[in-house]
């Protein structure tokens, strides 16, 4: 089993819809989560991180988080073409915050 | 604001030459460092990290080093290359905010060994 796993896609939505990405981890000692945007031939970007079990709102964008399910998922509300991207789940792993395991990442398209 | 610097954006090496990628952060003290590298289509694999000048910790075995001689710069390197080290290579910094690691990267460097 993966550490961080995550559909590759691709995910494909039209413009103005929800698009929800979806994330499983495998470490129950895990207490930060992130998620990064990453464009073709770019560096990740980080978008949001989540430490609480629940919502969290910034802008377009919600990252949930079930702890028991070891479940983290992010919404993009009304996305956008420029939201096409690949986008990657973070773990810190639970014996050291030191290091984040990255997911494989899912490939999001947003069709005009 | 802190910077990253990562050079060069691009390479091209021979197998069994060697590396040398470099990587230096502004802005910020005693950042911990790292070196992810993700191969095509893949996830990120963490390389090495550094909490500190001289302190460098390898998550796998392989025929890359890493060396960090200066608060804010951090070095990979390699002897001899071989053509499974192909790929994108991305430095990182966080200072740690006692809730977990926010990484910030670098440009990255595409490397192509051939």
């Known amino acids: 089993q993966k550490e961080v796993e995550q559909n590759s896609g691709p995910l494909s939505v039209p413009e103005g819809a929800i698009a929800s990405l979806n994330c499983t981890y495998s470490d129950r000692g895990s207490q930060s989560f992130f998620w990064y945007r990453q464009y073709s031939g770019k560096s990740p970007e980080l978008i949001m991180s989540?430490?609480?079990?629940g919502d969290k709102e910034d802008g377009r964008f919600t990252a949930q988080l079930n702890k028991a399910s070891q479940y983290v998922s992010l919404l993009i509300r009304d996305s956008q073409p420029s939201d096409s991207a690949t986008y990657l789940c973070?773990?810190?792993?639970?014996?050291?915050?030191?290091?984040?395991?990255f997911g494989s990442g899912t490939r999001l398209l947003v069709r005009p | 604001s802190q910077t990253i610097h990562q050079w060069p954006a691009t390479l091209v090496q021979p197998v069994g030459s060697p590396l040398s990628l470099e990587c230096t952060v502004e802005g910020t003290s005693n950042p911990n460092l790292y070196w992810y590298r993700q191969a095509a289509g893949r996830g990120l694999q963490l390389l090495f990290y550094s909490v500190g000048i001289g302190q460098i910790s390898s998550e796998v075995p392989q025929n890359l080093s890493a060396s960090r001689p200066q608060d804010r710069q951090f070095i990979l390197s390699s002897k001899k290359l071989l053509l499974s080290d192909s790929g994108f290579y991305l430095c990182?910094?966080?200072?740690?905010?006692?809730?977990?690691?926010?990484?910030?990267f670098g440009s990255g460097t595409q490397l192509s060994v051939l």
């Open positions: 973070a773990v810190n792993r639970g014996d050291s915050s030191y290091k984040l395991i």
């Open positions: 990182a910094w966080s200072v740690l905010g006692g809730r977990g690691e926010k990484l910030f």
């Open positions: 989540i430490y609480s079990n």
